[in-house]
């Protein structure tokens, strides 16, 4: 069998600040054809599970582009098109083709293309035809739209948040998609729409117990798949929302059914399932607590909403300040985003102290500038973390540690959110010495950091991102939505 497969991914957040655009595909990561390396990356997993299994199969592969920006703002419409109309000529060269498996994201959203993956499924339909299967892996942060339900034999999402399976179900989708083009399946997608928003970690209860049921059934009575489509509320686009995917062994009627029943149950859950969370000030007052119950652990605070994995500029001050007023002596902070200050540290060199003004660059509600007199401690020329099989870029990156203090500072270039305590330990910072670390993301930390956490703080700060669905300005959303109003049923 030939089959092509590449990979096209960001996460827009409509309501960023910050431009998405070509250098932000080359800075994260970009493959051309043949040049994707052995691991994934976490939107690119159908690739390298497909060359393991080319081995086992025999089969011919042949390998697009494979690219990936970080979450950010709108994608410039030049930039999409470019990139789609890559990958669309090299599936014409590759014709013909017995699949086609694609690496996405599903909450792509570009100038003029509400819906980008829909679009480039479409398209990818029009070229290989009716009768051709086209299989894609989804992250859950996405937008379940009809275009490329409609145009997709095969659609699959992570199943857990943190995305720690994100190489295990693009497995999923590899194999699923084989066994289709060989004919041994005739999967069918049905969808639910469960007609809220919410954020939904399944390191806690009770989305824990819900996943792991929904795996239970996989390879059941006809059940090929299930999916949990959280939805992303960055996002203003007609079909944001949570919704759940089934697909079955050409049972439509099992499948609607199956998809209706679970998204009603994820309904009832809504209220429980959002992660407790606390103000800058409580957060602080639980360090201690904390740190007693377990000695020589470090807190973790996470800045949830100044999460560049959100698509926000990630340089947020608020958080830090209130840090550097109260809280412990011995503080790591991963990290602030603030390409200015990086070269002005690579430029004065390791060892020196400077007066340097960082972060608060984006806009009033990343807070203010901090201004300290500060070492630099490290500089390197691309800093890097772990997220699971994945390496994660950090760009041209500093070190810096505010003088008469042990408060140690990562400025990256290339926003990301921070996943792996290794994005420590690879700069020289040991995680274990600090009393607090404090970092920007929503939940991908957790599994990372929960072993050598005392305890994990969700802590709320002003930032670019829409917290609050019920008034955020949504303008394209036309149905209604939990919480934007009590029973959407009704």
Request: proline content about 7%; some cysteine.
């Amino acid at each position: 069998m030939r089959i092509f497969t590449a990979s096209l991914a960001t996460e827009t957040n409509t309501f960023s600040p910050v431009p998405t655009d070509r250098a932000c595909f080359d800075m994260a990561f970009y493959a051309p054809p043949g040049k994707h390396p052995d691991t994934p990356t976490l939107c690119s997993s159908p690739m390298v599970a497909l060359r393991a299994r080319a081995k086992q199969d025999g089969l011919t592969i042949i390998e697009g582009t494979a690219t990936w920006a970080e979450p950010g703002g709108l994608l410039q419409r030049q930039t999409y098109e470019a990139l789609r109309d890559e990958i669309l000529d090299q599936l014409r060269a590759a014709l013909p083709v017995d699949a086609v498996i694609m690496g996405l994201h599903g909450a792509m959203v570009a100038q003029d293309y509400d819906d980008c993956e829909g679009d480039l499924l479409a398209r990818i339909r029009e070229i290989v035809g009716p009768d051709i299967v086209v299989a894609s892996e989804l992250d859950p942060h996405s937008h379940l739209t009809p275009k490329r339900v409609a145009a997709s034999n095969i659609l699959a999402a992570f199943l857990e948040f943190p995305h720690t399976d994100f190489y295990e179900r693009g497995e999923h989708v590899v194999d699923l998609g084989l066994r289709a083009a060989r004919g041994d399946i005739k999967p069918v997608i049905s969808t639910f729409d469960c007609r809220m928003i919410q954020v939904f970690p399944t390191s806690r209860e009770p989305m824990r117990s819900f996943v792991d049921r929904i795996k239970a059934m996989h390879g059941k009575d006809d059940i090929l798949s299930i999916s949990v489509i959280h939805g992303f509320m960055a996002a203003d686009v007609p079909e944001m929302g949570t919704r759940i995917m089934v697909v079955t062994n050409d049972q439509k009627a099992k499948g609607d059914a199956l998809a209706e029943k679970l998204g009603m149950e994820l309904f009832g859950l809504r209220e429980q399932a959002a992660m407790r969370m606390v103000s800058i000030s409580e957060g602080l007052a639980e360090i201690a607590p904390a740190r007693a119950a377990k000695p020589g652990h470090p807190a973790v605070i996470a800045d949830i909403w100044d999460n560049p994995g959100g698509g926000v500029p990630g340089d947020g001050t608020i958080v830090l300040r209130e840090v550097l007023k109260s809280g412990p002596r011995k503080v790591g902070v991963a990290t602030i985003w603030d390409p200015i200050a990086v070269n002005f540290c690579h430029a004065a060199g390791e060892g020196a102290e400077i007066n340097l003004r960082f972060g608060g660059k984006s806009g009033p509600t990343a807070g203010e500038p901090i201004d300290a007199r500060v070492r630099v401690v490290k500089t390197v020329e691309e800093g890097w973390q772990s997220f699971g099989r994945s390496r994660v870029t950090l760009g041209p990156t500093a070190v810096i540690r505010i003088v008469g203090t042990e408060v140690d500072i990562i400025l990256n270039t290339n926003r990301t959110q921070t996943f792996e305590p290794d994005i420590f330990s690879n700069l020289g910072i040991d995680p274990m010495s600090k009393e607090l670390l404090l970092v920007k993301s929503t939940n991908h930390f957790y599994a990372g950091f929960e072993p050598i956490a005392a305890d994990i703080i969700y802590v709320v700060a002003p930032s670019f991102y829409p917290t609050d669905p019920r008034t955020t300005d949504y303008r394209k959303l036309t149905r209604a939505l939990w919480p934007r109003v009590n029973d959407p049923f009704a």
